[in-house]
């Protein structure tokens, strides 16, 4: 470690205690850059270096020609959700089967691509399925799969119906889920959907798009879930942790 990296630390540590101590209270501001540069006999880039890292714990402000000023007398408390894998990404019980009954090739309409946020035009794979607990139960789910049709094949994969279609194409095809994002609505449910789900018309159903991206934020798989109303339950668990906003 550098004596300039020492001392940064050391005058941010400073500034951060006589913040947590109320020296510098609550909406008030912090010395000048100047006058900063002075008391810890620093150059103005090891102040603002300083000053950074108090920027990043949350607990001040700089705007050009206003000041710093102290915003919060703590580090702030996040409570995160932590997610072990992708199967915990709001997944199904293990014991749970899939059926697929529509297997074709598409390209995207104006309906669709409002959807999945994807151009119109974009040529995919669709599997759609049912999710049961077992072959005589009520439907827990309809899901519509939407795949690069590169990556049609997995259908014909042994495990096809026994673990989740991302992690068959990463198997097959050693493409990485690099980050997934879910987006939770509530939808009705259309003639063909309900039909399926042995529910009725324009039922209210909760409808849950979840992304799965490559590195280069692509989506190379959309999945498009409805749960009919009463068939789905969700908890998530989330802990206490003290980290920089």
Known sequence: MTLKQTL??????????????GMYPLGTYLPTEELLCKEFDASHHSVRDALKILIGKGLITRRAGSGTKVIAASEPTVFANVAGDLRHLFS???????NNLIEEHLTCDAALSEILGCPISTPWFRIG??????????PLCWT?????P????????????TIPVHEQIEKSYGQR????????SLSRLNAK???????????PALRIIRHYLDAQKNAFEITVSYHPE??????LNFHRELRPR
């Not at 940064?8 to 101590?21: E, G, M, P, V």
């Not at 199904?92 to 899939?98: A, E, F, G, Q």
């Not at 049912?130 to 009520?138: G, I, P, T």
């Open 150 to 161: 590169r990556y049609s094949e997995v259908v014909k994969l042994k495990e096809h119906f």
């Open 177 to 184: 889920v690099e980050s997934a994002t879910v987006g939770i």
């Open 8 to 21: 940064y630390q050391k005058i941010s540590a400073t500034l951060a205690d006589r913040i947590f101590s």
């Open 129 to 138: 399925a049912l999710r049961k607990l077992n072959e005589s139960a009520q």
């Open 230 to 235: 009463g068939e789905y339950n969700c908890e």
């Open 193 to 203: 959907t309900a039909k399926a789900l042995g529910v009725k018309e324009n039922s």
């Open 92 to 98: 199904y019980p293990n014991n749970t089967i899939r």
């Open 144 to 148: 519509d799969f939407y795949l690069l």
